[in-house]
């Protein structure tokens, strides 16, 4: 069982708190920074570069950025052309001779991948690589030896869609045809319950993966799990369509994604089906979670691999963070609580010296079916904390504030010290946002 620890941390907000120093914005669309499977922004210490997706009439462009940081501008900008809609942001990193990768602009679909022709420039970028399936949300890492990982859901129309890897490594021009680390329980579903059961005919899952790799070339994959469950089975929402998302998860691969772990410790060279995953939370039946889950990114920290996510009780929402250490089978948690707001979402956590980990904070005031009601502006905020992982004490840091975002937001990895946070602005399900791009302070 999990130990669970309770963390009460008092949060006050000051009228006269500090203003962001906004070092944007930028036409943002209604998903631009949408979406934690993705790893959107690169600190280097020259530079910071980021990628989003922006709105104009009838498209939504794939935009990447520089930031010049001895200059204090944005010196270079690149269209990369147009997503197929507004689901196709882009994952971007960078190898260690300062070449950047992105993959971008699929749902359902396939990716495109794309090399900046240059080291730390993003004025010229390779020809497109495809890289074939109906294919959403990238996860892109990249490992000590320049080898390139992707993880994206696959879709089988009226199948188990699945969570699927490919490889390209470092010599390699092409892609792998990719294989299936995870399916869904879609068939299984239909095969017990009959097909007029499910409330969807097409197999949708909706993982909301984080893909990374550590210092041991372990590739690491954290995710919650979203489907449609036969009407006959009881789920915490009980709505219409009977959709639950029941629990966060965790497997590992030490063979750069040739096998993956689970439940019991063993290694699968087969994708691995829901029911032999490791849950850190939660339950692969529904009808026993008395909760929604919404995971976050994981980071590493002294050994040990850290993982946010939080619980959503309708009217309720808390956050967590998770760790685990070497074998990963036992996972210890925290409950990070804050008077004022409810803390929900978290997306976005920087891996160095500093915990940095941002979180869409809600007044309980005003905190409507578990999101904040789209005609409340300036209602919900991001704010961010710093966890000191020793003490597990929380520091809310009030200079940080975005108020009334669209979507959620991403933060950079740590350059001494030096971390940036990206967050769309304004009415969520608009096309009329911006994107504020900003130092952690």
Request: aromatic share 14%; glycine share 6%.
């Amino acid at each position: 069982m999990n130990k669970l620890l309770f963390l009460s941390i008092l949060f006050n907000f000051f009228i006269s708190c500090k203003p962001v120093d906004i070092q944007s914005p930028f036409k943002g669309s209604s998903r631009a920074t949408a979406y934690h499977d993705s790893d959107k922004m690169v600190n280097t210490k020259d530079y910071l570069f980021v990628t989003y997706l922006q709105h104009t009439i009838g498209e939504e462009l794939v935009i990447v950025r520089r930031y010049n940081k001895s200059t204090e501008t944005w010196d270079q900008t690149s269209t990369l052309g147009a997503a197929k809609d507004d689901h196709g942001g882009g994952a971007l990193v960078i190898d260690s001779q300062g070449y950047l990768h992105i993959v971008y602009g699929s749902h359902n679909s396939p990716l495109y991948y794309r090399k900046s022709q240059s080291a730390y420039d993003v004025n010229s970028w390779s020809t497109p690589l495809e890289i074939s399936g109906n294919l959403t949300y990238p996860s892109l890492v990249i490992n000590k030896n320049d080898d390139l990982f992707l993880a994206a859901r696959n879709d089988i129309i009226g199948g188990s869609w699945s969570v699927r890897l490919f490889k390209k490594f470092s010599q390699s021009k092409s892609w792998d045809k990719g294989k299936d680390i995870i399916t869904s329980d879609f068939l299984k579903w239909k095969k017990a319950y009959g097909k007029s059961s499910v409330s969807v005919s097409n197999g949708y899952a909706r993982f909301g993966k984080y893909l990374s790799v550590n210092h041991k070339n372990e590739l690491h994959l954290t995710f919650h799990y979203f489907e449609y469950v036969p009407k006959e089975i009881k789920t915490f929402a009980n709505n219409k369509v009977n959709s639950s998302t029941h629990f966060v998860a965790h497997t590992f691969s030490k063979d750069l994604g040739h096998s993956w772990s689970k439940e019991n410790g063993d290694f699968s060279i087969e994708p691995i089906s829901l029911k032999d995953i490791s849950i850190i939370s939660g339950n692969n039946d529904p009808s026993k979670v008395d909760c929604n889950y919404s995971a976050g990114q994981h980071f590493y920290k002294d050994g040990k691999i850290y993982f946010f996510f939080s619980k959503h009780y309708g009217i309720e929402t808390t956050l967590h963070l998770a760790s685990s250490s070497f074998p990963y089978k036992i996972w210890e948690e925290i409950e990070i609580v804050n008077d004022d707001y409810y803390l929900r979402a978290p997306v976005a956590a920087s891996q160095g010296t500093r915990t940095i980990f941002a979180v869409n904070a809600i007044p309980k005031n005003v905190y409507v079916n578990g999101r904040p009601p789209a005609n409340l502006p300036l209602k919900s905020k991001i704010i961010i904390g710093e966890i000191d992982l020793t003490s597990l004490k929380v520091k809310w840091n009030d200079d940080n504030i975005v108020v009334n975002p669209s979507w959620l937001p991403q933060i950079s990895n740590e350059y001494k010290g030096d971390i940036w946070f990206m967050v769309t602005q304004g009415a969520r399900e608009s096309n009329d946002t911006n994107v504020i791009i900003n130092k952690v302070k």
